[in-house]
């Protein structure tokens, strides 16, 4: 039976990554298309930071399947894994574009037209903050799905 | 509830933490050279990126007090801790970086300002890589210190 939790888990970490994959490639390919050295990197750094974020819930998350099914209500906890990586997901969606916000307003530059000439330092700062905003509030937003299921 | 407002002045306090810190280096870094090369890129990212590293340690004390305070039910306390250890960690991510060009000078015993004109990635490489392995060393101690001022209930064991 602790074979399916891995199968579960594995498919949603899939479906995740793929959605995930899909909707930063539409942003930056909305951009450049072929993406530059810049575009890139931070493309890489959301795909990376968006994986973190699902990792560290999935530590509780795993831990909350295992109780459900030695409960003997696998479905309801898979459906509850669901919820909180939904969550996870929007959680991504709204740090991103909040990175893209504080480095409009600090930096004072057009960050598409700046991405799209290749600008390093640009893509470098985006990709620093968003990592930095993933790692500040993975940890309380976990608190918070794990309050909310309770 | 609580859980909501944390996440709330976590992000308020972050970009604030993270726009006024990149202000700040970026008008140091203004200073000591002429124009920017990958050199001076690659030290102001690093400087960000240690910065941030002190910032995620020291945010876990943060959502500690943070509770602590607002389940005693003194949301004052609670936010006023919060900005306290936001402007400790800030001004000690930004005395580490000053603090850093002293350590590289001592390690490299080169004038740091002129090898970074002249584009030298190796010692902005060597002062990056510096600077976060001392945010790495020195924030959980860091934290560790930041908790000693608040008021947990002595154990009575």
Not at chain 1, 39 to 47: E, K, N, P, V
Not at chain 1, 136 to 142: D, E, N, V
Not at chain 2, 98 to 105: M, N
Not at chain 2, 117 to 145: M, Q
């Amino acid at each position: 039976m602790h074979l399916l939790i891995i199968i579960a888990t594995l498919i949603i970490t899939l479906v995740f990554m793929f959605l995930t994959y899909l909707l930063f490639r539409n942003y930056f390919y909305s951009i450049i298309f072929p993406l530059n050295t810049a575009t890139r990197i931070f493309f890489i750094s959301a795909l990376f930071g968006s994986g973190m974020s699902l990792y560290l819930f999935s530590e509780s998350g795993i831990s909350l399947l295992n109780h459900y099914y030695e409960t003997n209500h696998l479905g309801l906890g898979i459906g509850v894994f669901l919820v909180g990586v939904f969550i996870c997901f929007c959680f991504n969606i709204v740090i991103f574009r909040t990175t893209i916000l504080i480095n409009k307003i600090s930096i004072f530059e057009n960050e598409h037209a700046e991405l799209a000439k290749g600008n390093l330092l640009i893509a470098g700062i985006q990709s620093i903050t968003f990592l930095i905003f993933i790692f500040l509030l993975s940890g309380p937003l976990i608190q918070l799905i794990l309050n909310l299921i309770q | 509830m609580k859980e909501f407002l944390n996440i709330l002045l976590l992000l308020i306090l972050g970009i604030v933490y993270i726009v006024s810190f990149t202000k700040v280096i970026s008008s140091f870094l203004n200073k000591i050279v002429q124009q920017r090369n990958n050199a001076i890129i690659a030290l102001y990212l690093a400087a960000i990126g240690s910065a941030g590293v002190i910032l995620i340690d020291i945010s876990k004390i943060i959502t500690d007090a943070f509770i602590f305070f607002y389940e005693a039910g003194n949301i004052g306390k609670s936010i006023g801790f919060t900005a306290f250890f936001f402007i400790g960690a800030w001004v000690y991510s930004l005395a580490q970086f000053h603090l850093s060009f002293f350590l590289v000078s001592l390690l490299s015993k080169e004038n740091e300002k002129i090898q970074l004109n002249n584009n030298n990635i190796e010692i902005a490489l060597v002062h990056g890589i510096v600077l976060i392995i001392l945010s790495f060393l020195v924030g959980p101690a860091l934290s560790t210190f930041a908790s000693s001022f608040i008021p947990y209930p002595e154990l009575p064991f």
